[in-house]
């Protein structure tokens, strides 16, 4: 299930955390293409059943994949946005972008489903 949430980081680590998401997505790339031959060769060894989950697997990643780097193009955009507010002196040191990343609902989730999965990664590694 993705939910939505809502944190802030310095202006200074976005493109950290953009550069981790990519190297995740590039982990589900590089499994879907490990997976995706498994898939012809069962077809052609008859096992519909072992294609079957093969082809859900590749799915699965090819997903994530998808959702990654919508998540990072949305986060670059808010980035971007965010950039441009600070050089015009909009921002200060505390207070989160506005514009595209507080408008725009899609480019918002994908903000909060990026940091919640950041997040998950420090927690599950001890950070």
């Given at each position: 299930?993705?939910?939505?949430?809502t944190?802030?980081?310095?202006?200074?680590?976005?493109r950290?955390?953009?550069?981790?998401l990519?190297l995740?997505?590039?982990?589900?790339?590089?499994?879907l293409?490990?997976?995706?031959?498994?898939?012809?060769?069962?077809l052609q060894k008859?096992?519909?059943?072992?294609?079957?989950?093969?082809?859900?697997?590749c799915?699965?990643?090819?997903?994530?994949?998808?959702?990654?780097?919508?998540?990072?193009?949305?986060?670059?955009?808010?980035?971007?946005?965010?950039?441009?507010?600070?050089?015009?002196?909009?921002l200060t040191?505390?207070?989160?972008?506005?514009?595209?990343?507080g408008s725009?609902?899609?480019?918002q989730?994908?903000?909060?489903?990026?940091?919640?999965?950041?997040?998950?990664?420090?927690?599950?590694?001890?950070?």
């Open positions: 299930m993705r939910v939505n949430v944190y802030s980081v310095d202006l200074s680590e976005v950290g955390l953009i550069e981790e990519l995740k997505t590039e982990e589900n790339i590089e499994n293409n490990k997976k995706f031959p498994d898939v012809q060769k069962l008859e096992d519909e059943k072992k294609a079957s989950e093969a082809i859900e697997e799915r699965k990643n090819l997903s994530a994949a998808a959702f990654s780097l919508y998540d990072c193009q949305n986060i670059l955009n808010g980035y971007q946005q965010a950039r441009l507010q600070a050089q015009q002196g909009i040191e505390h207070q989160p972008p506005q514009g595209d990343l725009d609902e899609a480019a989730r994908a903000w909060e489903e990026f940091i919640k999965m950041h997040q998950e990664g420090q927690t599950n590694e001890g950070g």
